[in-house]
């Protein structure tokens, strides 16, 4: 179950907003961090908390394949996105690095920022602070054990070890 | 056996299964490129506990995003790379002169049609111009690539765009895509497999196909197709190539098929903030502008600067404008320097570049300030791509790029040409 407080952001949130490419020399993904959403919301990186969500509409996460996206908002603290729609790239990065990504195109207009909503990745709903569920489609199994292993490096490790 | 499309034909080859649309298969990789960000790509291998890579030869690794390394952290990154090009012998490597990955594989007949290629980049759809099937993806993935030499991948759909023309004189295929993707919207194709079919893609060269497949992650697409015809024939032969063409089958069944008539399409600009903000360069005609870039994977080609040096040739850029040129590659780079079009571009004021991405990501090499504004033959214009957040990016062709930079503000190239 992911729990947590709600920042929304509209359609088509490209990775250039989520990470501007001036940061990409760096390789630190705390640096990274820093600069999260900058962009979008020049005080985002400070108001943003350990395990906040992020809601937003249409193909989230477009344009660049840029995993310092996900991997940028993972170590800002947030424990999922939420959105209408994912660009492909941003979606298998994010399961890839271990940030829960939801397709869920009601959560935008229903949920507003500093909400909190809890997320039931197996059962596949949102629960609201009105008590009402939006329900999505679980994601594959085998993306989930991607996801619950911590990401592709540890599910890749197991595999060439064999376990 | 029935009828498959492209992308069936090639992910059911590569995963040895019969892959159909919406289906999930794990493909293995023909072949697999990473730039800079190879080292992102290495540290997660290693962290995965990779040792050897599943095949030397399917590995392609360049630097072409912040060349010569702008910051000593960019530096230590090629230096990283560089040793493990070196102590694990990969044979391809290409380093900081060769020139922008979506121009130097193709060019250095690396890609051929109905190959399965994986990139850690989005604008890798390129590669669909000479029938490739290939796609971004992301750094970690790319890791375990290494290692296993196969990804999951789900089998799109297929979306069927007939360009019908001719197109005008005056109109090229950077300005078909952006009324494309003006009409489609930025998540239009998403997770399809585009094929670009008709009488406009026909007409057009392998460089201009490359714009058309380059772009067409800007909508959302997979992979963007143009299937080989006899031009992609000549291009490969003359890198000694032999190829077997893979299309897809008459009656195969796709998502839809949407016809464009680009008999009447004029020069096109994309307006901030977004790819499919798209207008008649008519409607943004008047806007000044305080730089204009002529390059990247989608317009930094030779035909792209003479196209550039055509409307230039014996006059001067407008003292406001900072013109910035760089070719797409070393190769461009040296064609255009003997064919005297790098001097024509130079005395008209421009600054040339070394090849590589440069000011297209606001890596370096000419970023903006708050408050100016560009128009650049890029792919994106998204807010801060170039520099500053507060600062303004126009897309459009290389003759409008030109035009524009002759007038100091946004120009239709058709007038400027008079």
Known sequence: ?163 | MAAKTFAEKVLSRASGKEASAGSVVTARIDLAMSHENSALVLKSFQEMGGKDIWDRRKVIMLFDHRVPANTVKAAEGHKMVREFVRSSGIPNFYDFRAGVCHQVLPEKGHVLPGMLIVGTDSHTTTYGALGAFSTGIGATEMASVWATGELWLKVPETLRLVLSGPLPQGTTAKDAILRVIGDLGADGADYMCVEFVGQVVDSLSIAGRMVLSNMSVEMGAKAGICFPDSKTEEFLVARGKTFRAVTSDPGAKVREVMEFDMSRLGPQVAKPHSVDNVVAVEEAAGIPIDQAFIGSCTNGRLEDLVEAERVLRGKEASPQVRLIVAPASRDVYIEASEKGTLASLARSGAVILNPGCGPCLGAHEGLLAPGERCISTTNRNFKGRMGSPAAEVYLASPATVAASALRGEIADPREVDR
């Open chain 1, 1 to 163: 179950m992911i729990k947590g407080r709600v920042w929304v952001f509209g359609d088509h949130i490209n990775t250039d907003l989520i990470i501007p490419g001036r940061y990409l020399d760096d390789y630190s993904a705390k640096n990274l961090a820093a600069h999260v959403m900058e962009d979008a919301d020049p005080e985002f990186p400070r108001k943003v908390a350990k395990g906040d969500i992020l809601v937003a509409g249409r193909n989230f996460g477009c344009g660049s394949s840029r995993e310092q996206a996900p991997l940028a908002l993972k170590h800002a603290g947030v424990s999922a996105v939420v959105a209408g729609s994912f660009s492909r790239i941003f979606y298998r990065n994010s399961i890839n690095v271990g940030l829960p990504v939801i397709v869920c195109p009601e959560a935008h207009s229903k949920i507003r920022s500093g909400e909190a909503i809890e997320i039931d990745m197996h059962g596949g709903s949102v629960l609201l602070p009105s008590g009402k569920r939006l329900t999505f489609s679980p994601l594959p199994d085998f993306l989930i054990r991607i996801l619950d292993e911590g990401g592709l490096v540890p599910h890749t490790r197991r595999r060439l070890q064999g376990t």
